[in-house]
């Protein structure tokens, strides 16, 4: 079973739009990551929020924490072409081993 | 300083054989993990290791084996590959287990006929 579920499956969006995905997990954290992948690519890491943050800002990218709804969003403010992957969720249930979910596919179209 | 090294970057096995992919890391980190990606399941993971000499279970280890001999290298073995193993593998590695940040590496696409 899947700790969290991102939420579409797949958006696309013109560039300059916003970009929102969400994430919805199971049981208590104390942690919670996004992770892009660009096709044919391993991941790599965009930002991670502990349960005491409520909302955490880098660059572009700004990702909200819900604790009492178990959800996550995150936002991608003016995309771009290069914004085009798959952009994951990862939560540590119970403080263990990172559990992904099965990801959002965000095309941007220029 | 490059990361996390897989190898190789692709394979095509027959049913039956066996083969071994190979991770390394630079970064001195102390935590490897395998983690195999198939298309709309996100990441599952196979076998991670804490630390040299030591390697544990995942969410889906059978048919896997690993071995972390050195600290900076981290090996998946398939014994006798079957159809179900078909997938990309991806290595990654963390400072700490308690929720760290991974760094991957660029994956295997391993397919097995």
């Known amino acids: 079973s899947q700790q969290g579920e991102e939420d579409p499956q797949a958006l696309s969006i013109q560039e300059g739009e916003n970009a929102t995905m969400n994430c919805s997990y199971k049981?208590?954290?104390?942690?919670l990551q996004w992770y892009r992948q660009n096709s044919g690519r391993g991941l790599v890491h965009l930002i991670l929020i502990r349960s005491n943050e409520r909302e955490k800002h880098s660059g572009r990218l700004r990702v909200t924490l819900d604790t009492s709804k178990k959800s996550s969003s995150l936002l991608i403010t003016a995309s771009r072409a290069a914004d085009t992957a798959s952009y994951f969720c990862a939560t540590p249930p119970r403080g263990n081993k990172l559990v992904f979910g099965a990801g959002t596919i965000l095309r941007v179209k220029s | 300083n490059a990361g996390v090294t897989q190898t190789p970057k692709f394979r095509v096995l027959k049913t039956g054989q066996s083969m071994t992919l190979l991770c390394a890391q630079d970064m001195n980190h102390e935590y490897m993990y395998w983690y195999r990606q198939d298309p709309g399941m996100g990441l599952r993971l196979i076998h991670y290791?804490?630390?040299?000499?030591?390697?544990a279970k995942g969410e889906v280890p059978d048919g896997y084996n690993v071995s972390r001999l050195k600290k900076q290298n981290f090996l998946l073995g398939l014994e006798s590959a079957a159809p179900s193993q078909t997938s990309v593998y991806f290595c990654a590695s963390s400072r700490g287990t308690r929720g760290g940040k991974l760094f991957f590496g660029s994956g295997t696409q391993l397919s097995v006929l």
């Open positions: 049981t208590s954290i104390n942690n």
């Open positions: 290791s804490v630390g040299e000499g030591t390697t």
